[in-house]
DNA sequence: CATGTTTGTTAGTAAACCTTACGAACATAA
DNA sequence: TTATGTTCGTAAGGTTTACTAACAAACATG
């Protein structure tokens, strides 16, 4: 009895999965198609073609429908004609056809929106202040942020995104946020409904990885600690944000840290990683006249504590910092990364990188646009 | 203008894929027959449409076609049979007609390896003596323990899984194995060639998570700690394990634990995790003379401090402790689950375990096993 | 101006799943 | 015993999808 023998690529476990039919087969091919428009900028049928590995006339077929849905438009023939044969016509995604709505309720002051393109450029921003905001007033707070930005849009929106604080289930579902006093409010179910339009919740964090890989150039593994008021995280596996099997990945704030105590914790412990790392008890210690550089010096070894024995267990290469740059920026970041290469193998993480996000403040409402360009264009 | 409005489930980003053709769609549907087979038993065609929301000509189709290859067995008519109707053709996957080959070569002292039949049940076994084999010779005893096995199989054999220590990548390519002296062995490809039969070889501890996953009866999230001559571990996320950026992922050996020093390690630093519970170090304190249980109990504690982290992050529920059960069992597990509790957040991980394996010293050979079903019958 | 190249489309084919319909084989009730 | 209804498996035919083959259009080049 001969079998034949192919070589195995990457394995899954026995998993019942969902039947695939044909449709969602074009469904695929017809995201593959976006996708290498989005990434690969204007492009022939031809030139599609060959990127995707269908025939031309199957490109063909699929462009007409996203032309009709106006997610795609031509452009005219190719200027740069240096070639022999008939000019190509040129394809892009309808870049300035579409708009996103990103917004971030993970700051606690003020809730912040924007509008925002196709390729992430934030085309207009506003506010609402949100000090003392809880349970329905909040959530009443962020429909009006949402309301307001999807009525400024001068062309039609693709989706709202918004990146939440606390725990955020797959349906966009918020279990519980502290902050806000939310507990098991659907909150993307309720603004879908109000706003007519396609909403995606999810926790800001993972938003902020999202964000890091789709527009920060960050590889498809990583990690995305976000300082402010508490200390959370995303993480990103292949590409893939991480849930957990509670919903309640990245929550590393409240892990102790360490083996010689620590301040104590709102939450009951001693020395938690937020009680070593939040900004405001970083500002306080230097206030109170700790040396600043020793103050920082030690949050960042204290990171690098926290995050070695993840860093090593999943074999992250990049861990992305995002918070206040005058408190992450220098003595802490590269504190941290000491400290996580004197904790971990050389071998396996030679090539480990701890930097600061480029995104800035917008992290997160950039990352809301990941999730709604995800969800719109993306693969099934 | 109007957006239909559903809801959008899990997320993920926007990376080109592969295009799906038709055929690809029929063997995912394929394997969706054949796992449902798998997991529920002997079914009928009907039952099977009901069961995977294909329609009963579709399944007809898929089954005559496994039936020509001798995977699934037609069992006869039903006969509990107190329906009405025509009495169903009961189907089931040719269990007693294949064959496995489980390979696990993560010992010291030898090679196992064990014919297992497709429900995982071990027929045979047999050993090679492996002290002080290195690199070629090495090999050559796998391939030699993997031809006893095959010549002794009754059946057709599906496939060759080998559970390997050290690094190995997704082609099965071994990239740094020190105790066996192995630097890029491509052990997948060579004894698929010698043997022409399908190969699968991954590392020791994901096959081990990847038989805790599929005959251990946990959860598909998932983290096996295999502690015995060193210290590593197997993630599963979702059922699918994982690898990380340079296929390192789990080796958690060399992380340092705690800020209070520790021995010194083989590799240089102190206080790996591994000078803290490899079994080698138990057993040279105890048989110092220190006190068993406190032995036994600090381990558990460093165990403890070193997953909070990870346990956090990843928001897991369920940690498998594989190694000697006289060691594990008992007060090291019961710290390990203390300490984890004490150092995360009761709110996410209130329903953490702490278990040993209830596969023994045969989990990488029952793992090796899932992996090879995963390839022949698994999802694409 | 003839030739070759490239593009995009038309026409026809193969594969995969669906819907509809039917015979076979049974339980149940008149 | 017979009629009715149910369930199973299969046959026939239709729809969707992407493929191959072929072709006209439009260009560069010798």
Same mark, same amino acid.
């Given at each position: 009895?001969?079998?034949?023998v192919d070589?195995?690529?990457?394995?899954?476990?026995?998993?019942?999965?969902?039947?695939?039919?044909?449709?969602?087969?074009?469904?695929?091919?017809?995201?593959?198609?976006?996708?290498t428009?989005?990434?690969?900028?204007?492009?022939?049928?031809?030139?599609?073609?060959?990127?995707?590995?269908?025939?031309?006339?199957?490109?063909?077929?699929?462009?007409?429908?996203?032309?009709?849905? &106006?997610?795609?438009? =031509?452009?005219?023939?190719?200027? $740069?004609?240096?070639?022999?044969?008939?000019?190509?016509?040129?394809?892009?995604?309808?870049?300035?056809?579409?708009?996103?709505?990103?917004?971030?309720?993970?700051?606690?002051?003020?809730?912040?929106?924007?509008?925002?393109?196709?390729?992430?450029?934030?085309?207009?921003?506003?506010?609402? %202040?949100?000090?003392?905001?809880?349970?329905?007033?909040?959530?009443?707070?962020?429909?009006?942020?949402?309301? &307001?930005?999807?009525?400024?849009? $001068?062309?039609?929106?693709?989706?709202?995104? @918004?990146?939440?604080?606390?725990?955020?289930?797959?349906?966009?579902?918020?279990?519980?946020?502290?902050?806000?006093?939310? +507990?098991?409010?659907?909150?993307?179910?309720? !603004?879908?409904?109000?706003?007519?339009?396609?909403?995606i919740?999810?926790?800001d964090?993972?938003?902020?990885?999202?964000?890091?890989?789709?527009?920060?150039?960050?590889?498809? %593994?990583?990690?995305?600690?976000?300082?402010?008021?508490?200390?959370?995280?995303? !993480?990103?596996?292949?590409? +893939?944000?991480?849930?957990?099997?509670?919903?309640?990945?990245?929550? @590393?704030?409240?892990?102790?840290?360490?083996?010689?105590?620590?301040?104590?914790?709102?939450?009951?412990?001693?020395g938690?990683? =937020?009680?070593?790392?939040?900004?405001?008890?970083?500002q306080?210690?230097?206030?109170?006249?700790?040396?600043?550089?020793?103050?920082?010096?030690?949050?960042?070894?204290?990171?690098?504590?926290?995050?070695?024995?993840i860093?090593?267990?999943l074999?992250?290469?990049?861990?992305?910092?995002?918070?206040?740059?005058e408190?992450? %920026?220098? +003595?802490?970041?590269?504190?941290?990364?000491?400290?996580?290469?004197?904790? +971990?193998? =050389?071998?396996?993480?030679g090539?480990?990188?701890?930097?600061?996000t480029?995104?800035g403040?917008?992290?997160?409402?950039?990352?809301?646009?990941v999730?709604?360009?995800?969800?719109?264009?993306g693969?099934?």
């Open positions: 009895m001969t079998t034949e070589s195995f690529g990457p394995r899954r476990v026995l998993r019942p999965s969902a039947k695939v039919l044909p449709e969602q087969a074009r469904a695929h091919n017809r995201s593959l198609v976006l996708q428009l989005y990434r690969s900028g204007p492009l022939s049928r031809a030139d599609l073609a060959r990127e995707t590995a269908l025939t031309r006339v199957t490109v063909g077929d699929l462009v007409a429908e996203l032309i009709g849905e &106006e997610l795609a438009i =031509e452009l005219g023939t190719r200027v $740069d004609a240096s070639r022999p044969g008939k000019p190509a016509t040129l394809l892009d995604l309808n870049r300035d056809g579409h708009r996103i709505v990103g917004i971030d309720l993970g700051d606690t002051e003020v809730f912040r929106g924007a509008l925002i393109d196709l390729d992430g450029t934030i085309l207009e921003r506003r506010e609402i %202040d949100a000090r003392g905001l809880v349970g329905g007033d909040a959530a009443a707070a962020a429909l009006a942020l949402a309301r &307001e930005l999807t009525a400024i849009a $001068d062309r039609p929106v693709l989706g709202v995104g @918004i990146g939440s604080p606390g725990i955020v289930d797959l349906a966009g579902c918020v279990l519980t946020a502290p902050n806000r006093g939310w +507990t098991d409010l659907p909150l993307q179910a309720r !603004l879908q409904a109000e706003l007519g339009l396609p909403v919740v999810a926790n964090a993972n938003a902020a990885a999202l964000a890091e890989y789709g527009f920060g150039g960050a590889s498809a %593994d990583l990690m995305l600690v976000m300082v402010g008021y508490g200390v959370g995280a995303g !993480l990103l596996l292949d590409g +893939t944000p991480l849930f957990g099997s509670r919903f309640a990945a990245g929550e @590393i704030g409240h892990v102790v840290v360490g083996t010689d105590g620590g301040e104590a914790c709102a939450c009951g412990k001693q938690c990683l =937020e009680t070593w790392l939040a900004v405001p008890r970083l306080a210690r230097i206030a109170a006249g700790e040396p600043r550089e020793a103050v920082l010096r030690q949050a960042g070894e204290r990171l690098g504590i926290a995050l070695a024995p860093v090593g267990a074999n992250l290469s990049e861990v992305v910092l995002s918070g206040p740059v408190l992450l %920026d220098g +003595t802490l970041a590269e504190a941290t990364v000491d400290t996580l290469r004197q904790r +971990t193998m =050389e071998q396996f993480h090539d480990l990188t701890v930097r600061l480029s995104l403040g917008d992290i997160v409402m950039r990352g809301a646009a999730m709604v360009l995800s969800a719109r264009l693969v099934s």
